[in-house]
């Protein structure tokens, strides 16, 4: 007889425990996030925008910034977001959403994310990946007034822009180390 019992309570909490992941998949949209199999990784970041308010994003997460760093979306958007790295294993967090990814060397990673409220979402690096860790970070504008698809444009040009003067650091760096005397102990 108490057998019976512990059965049936068993199996209540069983269908319980069901219910509850049936709920947080339906109503706070919590899902088991994917690994693109057939899909080479990408060293370059890039936002397309597929439809009104549908947007395709690649993340580039590299030590220690993610490419693009910043991206203007439309409200109410759903953006499919592509992750992946060509150095070490980063984390990927959107801040206020579900959002929360490793970025593996060699694998691409992927989640859907639906952006409902206007605001500026921060995506951070969660997962130690070096001396300046703490400042890998880039930024999300989620916001009516900006036309989307001009900002998409607009974004393009500023990761140009962006890329060239990442090229302007590394030549100057490049003459002042060819400009420093060496020293014979090698040192600087
Ligand atoms: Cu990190």
């Given amino acids: 007889m108490v057998e019976k019992r512990v059965a049936i309570v068993a199996l209540a909490f069983a269908i319980v425990l069901t219910g509850v992941i049936a709920l947080t998949v339906r109503v706070f949209g919590v899902e088991v996030p994917d690994c ?31 490419d693009p760093p910043e991206i203007t979306l ?3 958007s759903i953006a499919d977001i592509y992750l ?5 294993v980063h984390g990927t967090q959107i801040v206020g959403t579900n959002f929360n990814l490793m970025a593996v060397p060699g694998a691409v990673n992927y989640a ?18 070096g001396t300046s860790h703490h400042n ?15 900002n998409v444009r607009m974004h393009r040009l500023s990761l140009g822009g962006r890329q060239q ?3 302007h650091d590394i030549q100057r760096t490049l003459r002042q180390h060819a400009r420093a005397p060496r020293r014979i102990d090698g040192r600087r």
Wanted: net charge positive.
């Fill in 36 to 66: 693109v199999v057939d899909v080479q990784p990408f060293r370059q970041g890039n936002v397309v925008e597929k439809a009104p308010k549908r947007y395709e994003i690649h993340y580039v997460a590299r030590m220690w910034k993610f």
């Fill in 74 to 76: 439309a409200p109410r």
């Fill in 84 to 88: 992946s790295t060509p150095d070490v």
């Fill in 112 to 129: 859907r994310v639906k952006f409902d409220k206007e605001g500026d979402y921060l995506v951070v690096c969660n997962e130690y990946c």
């Fill in 136 to 150: 890998m970070a880039a930024v999300i504008h989620v916001s009516e007034k900006a036309a989307a698809h001009r």
């Fill in 165 to 167: 003067a990442d090229r």
